[in-house]
């Protein structure tokens, strides 16, 4: 039982590149979410998605884009980065709202 | 106005020290709420749950006020291990986002 994984581990994008950020679970959880952390801040939510077919924004989903197609699989795209999306993304899934939330290792991403 | 509010810290405390931080929450519809903690460059994991009538886990107590709006975490016996940063977390009734305070940085010194 690996829980989340989230590839890559790290990576580093030209302005204007897009890239897509995998994230997958093996626990069978019906709810997924994408956050993004800042230095010093707190986890913000960029999407995130209550079964498959089914996505929703969260607090700052300008700049990405989500798909979930599978209940494992819940990938984030970034089209045209930007140096404000230099941060570190992490993945999560839980069962049901109110359950613990399951962390991936997270993705570094760098934006010059 | 945020959702959680936490005092960033630092707190750096000898080992052995209780130590207590306080989050406090802006929605009074907020019904579910967890500790999580976050090593440096890891990512989080949940601590313990934050039940209406308080909890405790070994060292570990987290008490809800409901109606003063905030929840707390008391840390016994500090040890070097526990040094981390602390993230309180709430959901609201309403919603199905988890609201994520920006976190409690605690040094424990030997």
């Known amino acids: 039982n690996a829980g989340v994984t989230q590839t890559p581990k790290f990576r580093i994008l030209k302005i204007g590149q897009s890239m897509t950020l995998q994230c997958t679970q093996d626990m069978n959880h019906n709810y997924m979410y994408w956050y993004r952390q800042d230095p010093g801040m707190g986890l913000k939510l960029i999407y995130y998605s209550v079964g498959a077919g089914i996505t929703d924004k969260g607090e700052v989903p300008n700049g990405y884009n989500v798909s979930r197609s599978t209940t494992e699989d819940f990938p984030l795209r970034l089209e045209l980065a930007a140096p404000s999306q230099t941060s570190v993304y992490f993945c999560?899934?839980?069962?049901?709202?109110?359950?613990?939330?399951?962390f991936g290792p997270g993705t570094r991403l760098t934006v010059t | 106005r945020k959702e959680v509010e936490q005092d960033p810290g630092p707190f750096n405390v000898p080992e052995g020290a209780t130590v207590a931080f306080n989050c406090t929450y802006s929605?009074?519809?907020?019904?579910?709420f967890f500790w999580y903690r976050q090593d440096c460059r890891k990512e989080p994991k949940l601590l313990m749950s934050v039940y209406s009538s308080g909890n405790e886990d070994g060292r570990f107590t987290a008490q809800l006020n409901r109606a003063s709006q905030y929840i707390s975490l008391l840390i016994r016996d500090s040890k070097l291990s526990d040094s981390a940063t602390y993230l309180c977390?709430?959901?609201?009734?309403?919603?199905?986002?988890?609201?994520f305070g920006t976190g409690t940085s605690l040094t424990v010194i030997p």
């Open positions: 977390v709430v959901i609201i009734s309403t919603g199905n986002q988890f609201y």
């Open positions: 999560a899934s839980n069962r049901d709202r109110d359950y613990e939330q399951y």
């Open positions: 929605n009074s519809a907020s019904q579910s």
